[in-house]
């Protein structure tokens, strides 16, 4: 309820205004929540009436009618509370139980001579002059700016002592006092409605809890955090608590190296662990217990690849670095990284599917708990095709990256190849008592230059075709499916994304097909999605008619969920004579459901035996 007074004030005093997102319902209704699948937060009969949530937002809707494969999505920061609202509602509808928020970096920064923090005037231009930053330059303390409030302060307890480096880091959260560790240097500070916190730490890295700055003088670095009005985390948390969600809050993200920007900067290990650390224990103090925490976010991109010697790997030491404080501090909640993979032949640096295999191992080391590679498809740096189609030309979405060309001169291997290599890669980590979790990061967008979505540049959305082929590739090999990301991608454009998929979501996805023997008889084993009464179809070069099995009259369905493999994926069983099917083919192999729709991707089947 405390919640919910919060967001009537500000939608009373700020006048948001509310945006719905509007799913049509799923057709045909044909029967329930596959098992697996995220169910409703409250159990219908003990659920109150929708009145009893009614909200300035609207009412609250926590049945997951449309439950589709991918089940996480990325979320943008937003200031209206109301969207956080709409999107998860939105999200839960679709049967998505995670979400993954975006977050903001620590930026060293320049002071002028009156104490003000200094941006750059280009981005893009690193030559132009600097500016004073007006987001810091609201911070004052006493007619003094923050920098030399912090700077007074610390002399006055040892004239000796000095800021060596100024630091900032914006968010639209709020904490709690564990993000202070020396409350007698260290406040809130509250300008009209701006809010921002100093923190002081030793620029040795130590973090010394000993709190002594008047012992003897020293160089300290300072952390000035401009924040938000309201705590958007425990929004998120509240409603996550509501739908079933569990939220992965992002990290602070590493400075980026001056000189070669893909990378973190090590110089400042030392103070992004002190900033990470002061704000996962204050996580740990606040939201101790709370399950729809479901641990956090490493938002510095990376590039999965074989390094010669991953110990001198720039980014990988700030990761293990940053990681060894989270483990430390929120024991048992994971870190979730997206690492991307880049196929391409004709570059530099891009890696086949050995190579990144080998990556894998040396990101697992770091302490991650997650890893969700990017597919690569909504870059163009992968290509979605099977190995027997491998000479055949390149979708002419993918042509603006990779020009005219086959799968096989554009690329080393299909995400298909990427996500078996990176799951034999877990396997023997997990041998060796390593343990982490492989999920795939299906990109919900296309390279476009005029079809762009919100504030996405030369992105736009995909459709839901595509993004089935995309679940299709990588679903047996991880055990969860996520997108980046939920705004703008699946909700730019009439109809959205996610409005295709809430009317079309239960349209068969086969994943992929096995040679299984029941009892005496063999046959072929079509693991997926909503498989259940479906027709199979059978072909392969050379079959004038293809075979069409009906499972429902002579197959077998298992809808139980797979152990290792995404929710909601399924199997059905039909008899092959595999005696009539020549050695050494592909077959192909296509699924349709009781009303006539097909799965938007066929799978095929090697016939090795």
Same mark, same amino acid.
């Given at each position: 309820?405390?919640? *919910?007074?919060?967001?009537?004030?500000?939608?009373?005093?700020?006048?948001?205004?509310?945006?719905?997102?509007?799913?049509?319902?799923?057709?045909?209704?044909? +029967?329930?929540?596959?098992?697996?699948?995220?169910?409703?937060?409250? #159990?219908?009969?003990?659920?109150?009436?929708?009145?009893?949530?009614?909200?300035?937002?609207?009412?609250?809707?926590?049945?997951?009618?449309?439950?589709?494969?991918?089940?996480?999505?990325?979320?943008?920061?937003?200031?209206? #509370?109301?969207?956080?609202?709409?999107?998860?509602?939105?999200?839960?509808?679709?049967?998505?139980?995670?979400?993954?928020?975006?977050?903001?970096?620590?930026?060293?920064?320049?002071?002028?001579? &009156? /104490?003000?923090?200094?941006?750059?005037?280009?981005?893009?231009?690193?030559?132009?002059?600097?500016?004073?930053?007006?987001?810091?330059?609201?911070?004052?303390?006493?007619?003094?700016?923050?920098?030399?409030?912090?700077?007074?302060?610390?002399?006055?307890?040892?004239?000796?002592?000095?800021?060596?480096?100024?630091?900032?880091?914006?968010?639209?959260?709020?904490?709690?006092?564990?993000?202070?560790?020396?409350?007698?240097?260290?406040?809130?500070?509250?300008?009209?409605?701006?809010?921002?916190?100093?923190?002081?730490?030793?620029?040795?890295?130590?973090?010394? #809890?000993?709190?002594?700055?008047?012992?003897?003088?020293?160089?300290?670095?300072?952390?000035?955090?401009?924040?938000?009005?309201? !705590?958007?985390?425990?929004?998120? *948390?509240?409603?996550?608590?509501?739908?079933?969600?569990?939220?992965?809050?992002?990290?602070?993200?590493?400075?980026?190296?001056?000189? &070669?920007?893909?990378?973190?900067?090590?110089?400042?290990?030392?103070?992004?662990?002190?900033?990470?650390?002061?704000?996962?224990?204050?996580?740990?103090?606040?939201?101790?217990?709370?399950?729809? *925490? +479901?641990?956090?976010?490493?938002?510095?991109? *990376?590039?999965?690849?074989?390094?010669?010697?991953?110990?001198?790997?720039?980014?990988?030491?700030?990761?293990?670095?940053?990681?060894?404080?989270?483990?430390?501090?929120?024991?048992?909640?994971?870190?979730?990284?997206?690492?991307?993979?880049?196929?391409?032949?004709?570059?530099?640096?891009?890696?086949?599917?050995?190579?990144?295999?080998? /990556?894998?191992?040396?990101?697992?080391?770091?302490?991650?708990?997650?890893?969700?590679?990017? !597919? +690569?498809? +909504?870059?163009?740096? $992968?290509?979605?095709?099977?190995?027997?189609?491998?000479?055949?030309? $390149?979708?002419?979405?993918?042509?603006?990256?990779?020009?005219?060309?086959?799968?096989?001169?554009?690329?080393?291997?299909?995400?298909?190849?990427?996500?078996?290599?990176?799951?034999?890669?877990?396997?023997?980590?997990?041998?060796?008592?390593?343990?982490? &979790?492989?999920?795939?990061?299906?990109?919900?967008?296309?390279?476009?230059?005029?079809?762009?979505?919100?504030?996405? /540049?030369?992105?736009?959305?995909?459709?839901?075709?595509?993004?089935?082929?995309?679940?299709?590739?990588? %679903?047996?090999?991880?055990?969860?499916?996520?997108?980046?990301?939920?705004?703008?991608?699946?909700?730019?454009?009439?109809?959205?994304?996610?409005?295709?998929?809430? %009317?079309?979501?239960?349209?068969?996805?086969?994943?992929?097909?096995?040679?299984?023997?029941?009892?005496?008889?063999?046959?072929?084993?079509?693991?997926?999605?909503?498989?259940?009464?479906?027709?199979?179809?059978?072909?392969?070069? /050379?079959?004038?008619?293809?075979?069409?099995?009906?499972?429902?009259?002579?197959?077998?369905?298992?809808?139980?969920?797979?152990?290792?493999?995404? %929710?909601?994926?399924?199997?059905?069983?039909?008899?092959? !004579?595999?005696?009539?099917? #020549?050695?050494?083919?592909?077959?192909? $192999?296509?699924?349709?459901?009781?009303?006539?729709?097909?799965?938007?991707?066929?799978?095929?089947?090697?016939?090795?035996?």
């Amino acid at each position: 309820m405390r919640w *919910l007074t919060l967001i009537l004030g500000v939608a009373i005093l700020a006048g948001v205004a509310s945006v719905v997102i509007v799913l049509r319902d799923g057709t045909p209704r044909s +029967g329930t929540v596959n098992a697996g699948m995220t169910s409703p937060a409250t #159990p219908p009969s003990a659920r109150p009436s929708k009145s009893a949530f009614t909200d300035p937002c609207g009412t609250f809707d926590t049945v997951a009618t449309t439950p589709y494969a991918v089940s996480g999505y990325w979320l943008i920061p937003t200031a209206d #509370p109301c969207t956080w609202r709409t999107q998860l509602e939105a999200i839960h509808r679709l049967g998505g139980d995670t979400v993954v928020r975006l977050g903001f970096g620590l930026s060293p920064r320049q002071v002028d001579d &009156e /104490g003000r923090v200094l941006e750059k005037i280009d981005d893009k231009d690193p030559q132009k002059d600097l500016k004073p930053d007006g987001r810091f330059e609201v911070c004052q303390e006493n007619g003094l700016t923050c920098v030399q409030a912090a700077e007074k302060d610390l002399k006055a307890a040892n004239p000796g002592n000095r800021i060596t480096w100024t630091y900032t880091y914006r968010t639209d959260e709020q904490y709690g006092p564990g993000i202070f560790r020396c409350p007698q240097m260290e406040h809130k500070i509250v300008v009209g409605d701006d809010v921002f916190y100093r923190l002081v730490a030793p620029d040795d890295g130590s973090d010394d #809890p000993t709190c002594d700055f008047s012992s003897k003088a020293r160089g300290y670095h300072l952390i000035l955090v401009s924040a938000g009005t309201q !705590d958007s985390l425990s929004q998120l *948390l509240d409603l996550g608590d509501r739908f079933g969600i569990k939220v992965f809050p992002a990290l602070p993200l590493a400075p980026r190296d001056p000189t &070669e920007p893909t990378r973190a900067d090590p110089r400042h290990i030392g103070t992004l662990t002190t900033l990470t650390r002061r704000i996962v224990q204050d996580y740990g103090d606040r939201f101790q217990g709370r399950q729809s *925490l +479901g641990g956090v976010y490493q938002p510095f991109e *990376l590039q999965l690849r074989d390094w010669p010697d991953p110990s001198k790997v720039q980014t990988l030491q700030v990761y293990a670095e940053q990681h060894r404080i989270v483990e430390q501090e929120l024991p048992g909640k994971p870190i979730l990284v997206s690492p991307y993979i880049d196929s391409r032949r004709r570059l530099k640096y891009t890696s086949t599917p050995a190579q990144v295999a080998r /990556g894998f191992k040396a990101l697992a080391e770091t302490g991650v708990g997650i890893i969700a590679p990017q !597919d +690569g498809r +909504g870059t163009g740096k $992968v290509g979605l095709y099977w190995p027997n189609l491998k000479n055949e030309p $390149v979708d002419d979405r993918l042509k603006p990256v990779v020009g005219e060309s086959t799968y096989a001169t554009a690329y080393y291997g299909s995400t298909r190849d990427y996500y078996r290599a990176m799951s034999q890669a877990r396997e023997e980590l997990s041998q060796e008592s390593v343990q982490v &979790e492989l999920w795939a990061n299906v990109e919900a967008f296309e390279p476009s230059a005029t079809d762009t979505c919100g504030r996405q /540049g030369t992105r736009g959305r995909t459709d839901k075709g595509r993004l089935d082929t995309q679940v299709a590739l990588a %679903a047996p090999y991880v055990s969860k499916i996520i997108s980046y990301m939920w705004s703008d991608f699946f909700t730019c454009g009439s109809p959205s994304l996610s409005e295709e998929i809430a %009317a079309d979501w239960n349209r068969p996805i086969a994943a992929e097909a096995q040679r299984v023997k029941r009892q005496i008889q063999d046959g072929l084993e079509v693991r997926g999605y909503h498989l259940g009464d479906a027709k199979v179809t059978l072909s392969w070069q /050379g079959l004038d008619t293809p075979r069409v099995v009906d499972s429902a009259t002579v197959g077998w369905h298992d809808p139980a969920p797979i152990p290792g493999l995404p %929710a909601g994926t399924e199997r059905i069983w039909i008899p092959v !004579d595999w005696t009539t099917v #020549p050695a050494g083919v592909w077959v192909r $192999v296509d699924v349709t459901s009781p009303d006539g729709r097909r799965s938007a991707e066929p799978i095929y089947f090697h016939n090795s035996v």
